[in-house]
């Protein structure tokens, strides 16, 4: 009898136990990612910028996560976790709205830990000691997992190396050319040192990508360049890392009533239902 009460008593615990670990289970937030992401093989969604999915109030998600890429749908609240962009030395969008990001060096020191690091390896003289000069040197410890070699660094063909960008004093900031500080929250101030053209095309928003309002003047979240971009790996080298490649989405479902998509099989040939005629002979489309 004895035998028998241990027996249930050990079974009831190991039922709690199985529950209790399938509510915790079921409790874990999902998550996806905003940009320089992927979903695994066996399914974690894994990337430079991970959002958790939340309410910003009851039943309004701040996220809508894909089920097939683990990448962001939409934003539920597009300006969740944004501080305003700050001050930049060239007249654009931003001067004339309310311009937000979402902070650099927060997501460094939170996930990355790449400040505390700085903090205890670099901002220690006896621990590590400030380099004399920006002369390129042989790269130890973690720092060759970007690199083997400062010049096998896949960014700027062999030209550039670490101390081109972060401070050698200060491993909490950028520099620009002529070495003043620059906040990880405005890599653009610093990627635009090199890259005018591409910082120019930003600054119009012919290049990056912007959510929020449309309307002139209206509060935008503006993407930095880190955030689509690799700083260490922008060649694209093994892994695609640069500009990873983002998997498709499944196509929208057709409208109701609408069986197939054979009408669009005549776009381009002038078959009527709105097609175009093919241009006549000796005139390229699009030159006039």
């Not at 670490?162 to 990880?184: M, P």
């Not at 910082?199 to 990056?208: F, Q």
């Not at 499944?250 to 998509?261: C, D, F, H, R, V």
Request: glycine letters at 12%.
């Amino acid at each position: 009898m004895k035998k028998y009460k241990i027996s249930k008593v050990l079974f009831s615990f190991l039922v709690a136990s199985f529950l209790l670990s399938g509510i915790a289970y079921a409790a874990d937030p999902e998550v996806c990612f905003e940009s320089r992401g992927m979903k695994s093989e066996d399914g974690e969604v894994v990337g430079y910028t991970i959002r958790e999915k939340r309410d910003v109030e009851p039943g309004w998600p701040n996220i809508k996560c894909s089920s097939r890429t683990g990448g962001v749908l939409w934003w539920g609240d597009p300006f969740d976790e944004t501080e305003p962009m700050g001050e930049l030395p060239i007249e654009a969008d931003y001067t004339y709205e309310e311009a937000v990001v979402k902070p650099r060096e927060a997501h460094l020191t939170e996930v990355i830990g790449l400040f505390p690091c700085a903090d205890m390896c670099h901002g220690d003289p006896e621990v590590v000691a400030v380099p004399k000069d920006t002369t390129p040197r042989t790269l130890v410890d973690m720092h060759t997992e970007k690199a083997e070699k400062p010049t096998d660094l896949k960014h700027g063909r062999g030209a550039i190396w670490c101390l081109d960008c972060h401070s050698r004093t200060n491993r909490n900031k950028l520099i620009d050319h002529r070495g003043n500080e620059i906040s990880f929250n405005q890599p653009m101030k610093l990627c635009g040192k090199c890259h005018g053209q591409i910082y120019r095309d930003w600054r119009d928003g012919i290049h990056g990508k912007r959510i929020g309002m449309w309307v002139p003047g209206g509060k935008k979240r503006w993407w930095v360049c880190t955030e689509c971009h690799d700083p260490h790996n922008v060649q694209q080298a093994p892994g695609n890392r640069g500009f990873a490649q983002l998997q498709p989405e499944p196509a929208p479902e057709l409208p109701k009533g609408m069986l197939n998509t054979d009408h669009e099989q005549e776009h381009g040939h002038g078959g009527g239902g709105g097609g175009h005629a093919a241009p006549a002979a000796g005139h390229a489309p699009g030159l006039h």
